[in-house]
């Protein structure tokens, strides 16, 4: 951040963020860190009205990690927001699959970077409905830029893949992704094979594939080819550093290119964990065939380090308590809350370099 002003808020934005027990609105975030009643307009403005870059700081957070750390696995994770009313920016109706309900809330897309048994967020997207893109008294009130406008998850997904390859020189991180509710992730699968980038993605189970190798021109489900398979002992490793034995179901498929008379592209394995069958267990797709199956499985595995990092961060780091109506303001909360877990998660384990002062978070 160019100005004094913005670095001292910033500090004390983040120190708030660290030290604060409960709810962390600006006003529980000021009493914590001063007695100064004018504290908490300082830090609503800094958050929702101050010009500072969302990006540059994802873009400095990012580089601290990667500058200390290989990144072998790039996992994208979704954070749902519940909100009330309709004024907050970007909120909509959204079926959340994993809780079987349908919220009120913002839908947020994070990239989290895979270190060892820790998993940091380093970019976020906010997902904008067409009731939000197509209204202009909406994005007049909200401040969303014109360059915004609306996107399916997939798009957001490739859209936060080209972001972190620009940021980081790491041409061989694998995309880990759970699809398995989005309809059209072919376009994801194509999208990211066209990018030359290796990919773990859970997809639904009706995906329609082709067994590889039996000259079969009629598709099937994914679900079902998956199913047939015998399933064969692996041994996985665990986002907590543990291992699991547990058993795999994997075919060779290939893609329906949708042309007639046009070949497929390349195989795929198709992947999915024997579990019983009133809870079926998520269906993946790799373009990882010459790997084993103990270590795309232990890739897989990582999704649930994913949605606890979310979790953790909602419980413990204020992510669901962003108060503010606008485009910026959202974008400047998440930049503050990721920093802060960022450092609370990896303090002592990535130092900064003590000759650049200015990057330590307090």
């Known amino acids: 951040m160019r100005r004094v002003d913005q670095r001292k808020w910033a500090h004390a934005y983040l120190k708030g963020l660290l030290v604060t027990s409960g709810k962390k609105s600006p006003r529980r975030l000021a009493t914590a860190i001063s007695r100064d009643p004018s504290v908490v307009q300082s830090l609503r403005q800094f958050v929702s009205l101050s010009p500072w870059d969302f990006d540059e700081v994802m873009e400095e957070l990012t580089h601290w ?9 790039w996992s994208i994770g979704r954070a749902v927001l519940p909100k009330r009313g309709d004024r907050s920016v970007g909120v909509h109706r959204y079926f959340d699959l994993s809780s079987g309900r349908t919220l009120n809330c913002q839908l947020g897309l994070g990239s989290f970077l895979c270190l060892d048994t820790a ?3 380093v970019d976020w997207c906010l997902r904008l409905s067409t009731t939000w893109t197509q209204d202009p008294e909406r994005r007049r009130d909200a401040r969303i830029p014109d360059s915004q406008r609306y996107r399916p998850l997939w798009a957001h997904t490739l859209r936060l893949v080209d972001r972190l390859s620009a940021r980081t020189d790491s041409a061989s991180s ?9 309809p059209e992730v072919g376009y ?17 189970p009706h995906l329609a594939v082709l067994p590889a190798g039996e000259g079969s021109t009629a598709p099937v ?17 665990l986002p907590g550093g543990e291992q699991r034995i547990t058993h795999l179901q994997a075919a060779l498929v290939l893609l329906p290119s ?31 065939t010459h790997d084993t199956l103990a ?8 999704r649930t380090g994913t949605v606890d990092a979310i979790g953790s961060m909602e419980q413990d780091f204020g992510l669901l308590d962003f108060e503010g109506r606008s485009f910026p303001g ?24 003590s000759h650049d002062t200015a990057q330590q978070v307090p």
């Not at 994801?188 to 639904?204: E, M, N, Q, T």
């Not at 489900?221 to 490793?237: G, N, T, Y």
């Not at 008379?261 to 990882?288: D, I, K, Q």
């Not at 959202?330 to 370099?353: C, E, F």
Request: aromatic share 6%; proline share 9%.
């Open 295 to 302: 270590q795309v499985g232990s890739i897989a595995a990582l």
């Open 188 to 204: 994801l699968l194509h999208g990211l094979a066209k990018r030359r980038r290796d990919f773990v993605v859970a997809v639904p």
């Open 174 to 182: 694998v995309v880990l992704v759970d699809m398995s509710d989005e």
């Open 119 to 121: 998993q940091v967020p």
């Open 221 to 237: 489900s994914a679900r079902a080819l998956a199913l047939a398979q015998s399933p064969e002992a692996a041994v996985v490793q």
């Open 330 to 353: 959202w974008y400047h909360h998440m930049a503050l809350v990721s920093a802060a877990y960022t450092y609370r998660r990896l303090h002592g384990l990535i130092m900064v370099p």
């Open 258 to 288: 949708g042309s007639q008379g046009r070949c497929p592209g390349p195989p795929y394995r198709l992947f999915t964990e024997v579990g019983p069958a009133h809870a079926p267990r998520p269906l993946w797709l790799t373009s990882l």
């Open 65 to 73: 990690v990667t500058d200390h750390r290989s990144v072998p696995v």
